[in-house]
């Protein structure tokens, strides 16, 4: 007689490998893996059952910081994996480990098209605006103007909106967060991995060494009260000390900064990240210094048929027509016959 138990709750230790971590001191990457790896027990998935694929950079080290399964797979490609390891394992929770150079650039292609095609995985793209494993070179983020050693005189790039790419893309679930808002990051996380579709996490991360700061508008204590909105599901958007500001369109299609004792808490833009027309959610990618506070939060959050389970559907209606005839299959359609020259 086979006697059910339960299965053993997972901790975070469970999820921390015997791998030297080697991320310089300071590095951002450390905070997001600590609160992956706290994150992890909390959703209840078997550590068999979880696996993180990466690309190529600082970010990309990633899977071997997790004791669960993983691949480090080549430039750009981890979203291309990550589809079709969902599709023939639809079972699995997958997660994407990927950085604004790895994912943007050499990558961009297939991080559009993973999230375009709504495939049940979740993209961790950690955004430091520059490529710190290859030693500071400008990134599709980077500013415009950027001076480093392979721009001496400035980026004359403009950079990429990883938020604004994603919407384009029509990504089911988009969030941002920031290195330093561990419970927020972790609450990002655990959102992803309860959503069936598409979805990536832009994680606004700092590079100690090649580009110290670059998020320190948002990340400083004493700076992140009026810098930073923070986005809730049908709550009026309001950010300051005492929540003194708020965002409102006031009878246009720009957001503007506004007080509330002004003009009224009625009047501000509510958030709704359920909204099917991704609208306001575009207003907000659009959102950050000088003139805005840069939102943080779950930006869009819509249902969708995931790729897989339409793939599977279809794999299952062709089944259900009976064995194929593979001679018949090469001889339908158009034919026609070549006759050969006399000449």
């Not at 609160?35 to 909390?42: A, I, L």
């Not at 950079?57 to 669960?68: H, W």
């Amino acid at each position: 007689m086979t006697v059910a138990t339960e299965a053993p709750k997972l901790k975070r230790k469970d999820f921390v490998p015997d791998q030297e971590v080697r991320w310089c001191p300071g590095c951002g990457d450390y905070a997001v893996l600590a609160q992956v790896q706290k994150t992890m027990p909390e959703l209840g998935v078997p550590r068999e059952n979880i696996v993180f694929i990466s690309g190529i950079g600082c970010s990309s080290r990633f899977p071997y910081y997790m004791n669960a399964y993983g691949i480090h797979s080549i430039h750009g490609r981890a979203p291309t994996l990550a589809t079709g390891l969902k599709c023939a394992r639809p079972d699995l929770q997958v997660w994407v480990v990927t950085g604004d150079g790895d994912a943007l650039s050499i990558g961009g292609n297939h991080f559009l098209h993973a999230l375009r095609r709504n495939v049940d995985i979740n993209i961790l793209l950690f955004n430091n605006k520059i490529y710190g494993l290859t030693k500071g070179q400008y990134s599709p983020t980077s500013e415009h103007g950027k001076r480093t050693k392979s721009s001496p005189d400035g980026s004359i790039d403009w950079p990429i909106n990883p938020i604004g790419v994603a919407l384009g893309a029509e990504a089911t679930f988009i969030a941002r967060t920031v290195d330093v808002f561990q419970k927020h990051m972790s609450e990002m996380i655990r959102r992803s991995a309860e959503h069936a579709g598409g979805c990536v996490i832009e994680i606004a991360q700092n590079c100690l060494i090649f580009n110290d700061g670059a998020w320190k508008h948002i990340s400083e204590k004493e700076t992140r009260a009026d810098n930073v909105l923070f986005l809730e599901h049908g709550k009026p958007m309001r950010f300051g000390k005492d929540l003194e500001k708020g965002i409102c369109l006031c009878g246009g299609l720009t957001p503007k900064v506004v007080t509330v004792a002004d003009v009224g808490e009625e009047n501000l833009l509510v958030h709704d990240e359920n909204a099917a027309e991704p609208t306001l959610a575009y207003f907000l990618s659009r959102m950050g210094p000088p003139d805005y506070p840069t939102p943080v939060g779950v930006f869009r959050s819509i249902k969708k048929p995931t790729y897989q389970d339409l793939l599977m559907g279809q794999i299952h209606a062709a089944q259900q027509k009976g064995s194929p005839d593979l001679d018949a299959l090469y001889r339908q359609g158009e034919t026609w016959v070549i006759e050969a020259s006399e000449t």
